[in-house]
């Protein structure tokens, strides 16, 4: 890898130009598409939840072309079997020899950026298995282990509206998602702009305006970032005062179950990449508690009571960092 100084140097203002470029299809979203790049530079995987046609599929696309990446798109359907996710052994003639063999046909998971839309749809057997892959980032199929694609990022959706027939992903393989996004409704001009827009016959051109090859650099030279030890500590004060216990109040009254180290280690790996995107070697505390909520979301379990109350997960968040000190 080139010197990590000279790659950062150069990383908000390659930041910015795949923003502006994901701005030409995507109206608004800004914050979405903040997190989602720090996701994909922090080598971690998003899961996003939100209504039909809010350009989830949209903003998957058009980063992959813009950074020319490979993109493949897997509606998840109950039926679904392990193998249509990551591929499997067919049998076959040997033209030479004659002989029958086995050989491994990959399946999709084998891209550079995976839309698994709709991932709640399938059975936990195969969730399981792209799961798998996401952690490992590789594929054992028949005793032989076949590596992803690098850079692999897995952008996952899910339906809140219909639930029927769905198999919620356990909290074990939530905690495997860096980050749980919301997305929300555009706003009155956003809206306005996309129907203006998007019905027209004039087609919008994008600019490639970052490799595969890049990302890996600036993958590399964000984890090149040191924490300092205030911030860790910080970190790691917040994530343990989301567990229910004599020591913690608030969690003991809101939460059933709190996060977990890899909380921490997502929190810290975020705080890296904002810290990046301003052109900082040195990650702050804010930093870090800017990815609070999208890291949390998917990892805190509230209780009836916060339910009965009807307290968002936000003010509770606010409150407990305020509570940290």
């Not at 996701?39 to 020319?68: D, F, M, Q, W």
């Not at 509606?75 to 990551?86: H, N, R, S």
């Not at 989301?242 to 179950?257: I, K, M």
């Amino acid at each position: 890898m080139r010197d990590p100084a000279e790659i950062l140097e150069k990383l908000p203002s390659k930041v910015e130009r795949i923003r502006k470029e994901l701005a030409k299809r995507i109206y608004g979203q800004d914050r979405l598409i903040e997190l989602l790049l720090a996701g994909i530079l922090s080598r971690g995987h998003c899961l996003l939840t939100g209504v039909p046609g809010l350009a989830k599929t949209l903003l998957a696309s058009t980063l992959a072309e813009i950074a020319e990446l490979d993109f493949r798109r897997v509606q998840f359907t109950p039926d679904m079997m392990p193998g249509d996710i990551t591929g499997s052994e067919i049998l076959e003639v040997d033209k030479i020899t004659g002989e029958r063999v086995f050989k491994f046909m990959p399946g999709p998971v084998f891209t550079q950026l995976l839309l698994a839309d709709e991932i709640n749809r399938t059975t936990p057997k195969t969730q399981a298995a792209l799961l798998e892959a996401m952690q490992e980032r590789s594929v054992t199929v028949a005793g032989k282990s076949y590596p992803l694609a690098d850079p692999f990022f897995v952008l996952a959706t899910q339906n809140p509206i219909e639930q029927e027939g769905t198999y919620p992903l356990p909290e074990a393989q939530l905690d495997r998602f860096m980050f749980g996004l919301s997305v929300d409704y555009p706003s009155f001009e956003e809206e306005l702009r996309v129907i203006r827009e998007t019905t027209s016959e004039s087609t919008c051109v994008l600019e490639k305006v970052v490799t595969a090859e890049e990302i890996r650099e600036m993958q590399e030279a964000i984890r090149w970032i040191p924490v300092p030890e205030s911030v860790a500590v910080r970190i790691a004060e917040v994530v343990r005062a989301t567990r229910p216990g004599p020591d913690n109040e608030l969690a003991s009254r809101y939460f059933r179950w709190g996060a977990g180290p890899r909380a921490g280690q997502c929190l810290a790996l975020a705080g890296k990449a904002f810290a990046a995107f301003e052109g900082r070697s040195s990650v702050s505390e804010e930093d870090a508690l800017h990815a609070l909520e999208p890291v949390m979301r998917h990892r805190l379990i509230l209780n009836y009571r916060a339910e009965s109350e009807r307290i968002a997960l936000p003010e509770l968040l606010d409150e407990l960092t305020k509570s940290v000190r």
